[in-house]
């Protein structure tokens, strides 16, 4: 079994970056790949960005992409995802997940998922 908990999350106002980062516990972290997933109000959930569990792909969706970075730590057992130049519609809750197969990570079949962290942004 997996557990995730996400942190980073809050208030930032449109241009401002935000860092998150997601512990895990519970299996060996670098035979995990990992994604970052986003649930605006009102909405499903949507992908945001994913790496493979070897660190040599990654995988960004189209809104995010040239803004948001994930990295993960292997020695740490961390994955992050680091957000710039926000904008109002990135707002939502964001969610870690982590999947045991290195295929199909830009879709919402993960076998472990967080609880989630809020990020609002201002205009």
């Known amino acids: 079994q997996v557990q995730l908990v996400e942190s980073g999350g809050g208030l930032v106002q449109a241009g401002g970056s935000l860092r998150l980062s997601c512990a895990t516990s519970?299996?060996?972290?670098?035979?995990?790949?990992m994604g970052w997933f986003r649930q605006p109000p009102g909405k499903e959930r949507e992908f945001v960005a994913a790496?493979?569990?070897?660190?040599?792909?990654?995988y960004y969706g189209d809104s995010v992409k040239g803004r948001f970075t994930i990295s993960r730590d292997n020695a740490k057992n961390t994955v992050a995802l680091q957000m710039n130049n926000l904008k109002p519609e990135d707002t939502a809750v964001y969610y870690c997940?982590?999947?045991?197969?290195?295929?199909?990570?830009?879709?919402?079949?993960?076998?472990?998922w967080g609880q989630g962290t809020q990020v609002t942004v201002s205009s």
């Open positions: 997940a982590a999947k045991i197969l290195n295929v199909g990570l830009t879709g919402r079949r993960y076998d472990y």
């Open positions: 519970g299996r060996t972290f670098s035979n995990l790949s």
């Open positions: 790496m493979s569990y070897g660190g040599s792909t990654t």
